[in-house]
């Protein structure tokens, strides 16, 4: 294909305008080819664009989904610790009250073993006041009956 692209002789242009319609021929199909290929590079463009937003929407809801089991996770463990702390709480207040309750029996029996000379005969020991000797409180039949009650004494009730 001899062709001129831009003669300025009309007479160049009779002899060539065969090649010139040849060469239009191939130029719009060049431009037919090149817009096929432009439109099949943006369909694939798009196609990628659509997958990329499917990934991301994808994505969003794994997160959503491990998201609610971390909340699901931590409120599950928050009601537990809660639980957890109103029960320490619970305890905090049995040792009180049995701290309380020890108190007062040690007074009690400090206080008895304080006047233990005072109500009795002297004895070997001073402990022996309400025992006799070789006894002890648990095998003293007096003292059967308390053994399956439990103390029921508090630092207010025994104020002298």
């Known amino acids: 294909m001899a062709s001129s692209s831009g003669t300025s002789s009309g007479s160049s242009l009779l002899q060539n305008s065969g090649s010139e319609e040849d060469l239009?021929?191939?130029m719009d199909q060049r431009k037919r080819k090149r817009m096929i290929s432009n439109r099949e590079s943006a369909r694939r463009s798009r196609m990628r664009k659509q997958?990329?937003?499917?990934?991301l929407a994808s994505l969003v809801t794994q997160l959503r989904n491990e998201n609610h089991q971390i909340l699901t996770s931590v409120n599950l463990t928050t009601q537990k610790y809660l639980a957890v702390e109103a029960e320490n709480s619970v305890l905090r207040a049995?040792?009180?009250e049995l701290?309380?309750?020890l108190e007062s029996l040690n007074e009690i029996n400090d206080f008895l073993n304080a006047t233990n000379?005072?109500?009795g005969p002297p004895g070997p020991s001073p402990t022996s006041f309400f025992e006799p000797e070789g006894s002890t409180f648990?095998?003293?039949?007096f003292n059967m009956g308390y053994l399956s009650q439990?103390?029921?004494a508090s630092a207010d009730m025994l104020q002298y």
């Open 24 to 26: 239009q021929a191939v």
């Open 51 to 55: 997958k990329h937003l499917d990934d």
């Open 94 to 96: 049995q040792v009180s």
């Open 99 to 101: 701290s309380h309750r």
């Open 117 to 119: 000379g005072a109500f």
């Open 138 to 141: 648990f095998n003293n039949p």
């Open 150 to 152: 439990p103390i029921m």
